[in-house]
């Protein structure tokens, strides 16, 4: 649930989408959201009493396509500083450790960086939503030519951003991002 809010808060904020639910009816966010569950979070998940965890999938998924539930974008990607280190890192060390898929989990880091740009795509701002927002701005900026210097952080990464193989990918993702938008790189994901 929190690995999943993480994963569509990110790209609905880049693209000016103001709640959760009207993340979900985004077919590429839906789609992102789907596939990095299903093939590279939930291979690392036990099953609890009466519930799979592709059950838990689909049941977060209805959760957070419900609109009843009023719920922003920005409130959800508040404090990524915290919360991508706390529910997505630990899952991205697993996956490389298991030598399972990271490429969607990578792009979402990437998706991360390029909010903390602070712009949307359409130009407008993103007012500062981490208590360590100047520094990840900073980041952010000398990422656009250097992805490095995004993983660089190690405050949120560790030793995550000096790991070859997820270095590489969240490199192409950023680059990608920058140079054709949010929604080309969810399409590229999608359709690998």
Not at 3 to 17: F, V
Not at 45 to 70: C, G, K, Q
Not at 80 to 108: N, W
Request: glycine share 6%; proline share 5%; hydrophobic share 45%.
């Amino acid at each position: 649930l929190n690995a999943g809010h993480q994963i569509i808060a990110t790209a609905g904020e880049l693209l000016s989408i103001e709640t959760i639910a009207g993340t979900m009816a985004h077919p590429l966010i839906t789609g992102l959201f789907r596939r990095i569950e299903v093939k590279e979070i939930v291979p690392h998940v036990a099953a609890v009493p009466d519930m799979t965890p592709s059950a838990y999938v689909d049941l977060v998924e209805r959760r957070f396509s419900n609109a009843e539930i009023f719920d922003t974008t920005r409130r959800v990607a508040f404090d990524g500083s915290s919360r991508h280190a706390g529910f997505l890192h630990p899952i991205i060390r697993d996956a490389l450790a298991a030598e399972t898929p990271i490429e969607g989990l990578a792009l979402v880091e990437a998706l991360w960086a390029r909010m903390c740009a602070g712009t949307r795509e359409d130009g407008s701002a993103i007012a500062p939503n981490d208590p360590f927002w100047d520094e990840l701005v900073v980041a952010a900026d000398a990422a656009k030519a250097n992805p490095q210097a995004w993983l660089s952080q190690t405050q949120f990464y560790g030793d995550l951003g000096q790991n070859p193989r997820f270095a590489k990918s969240f490199g192409h993702w950023l680059t990608l991002i920058w140079d054709h938008g949010t929604e080309a790189a969810l399409q590229t994901y999608l359709e690998s």
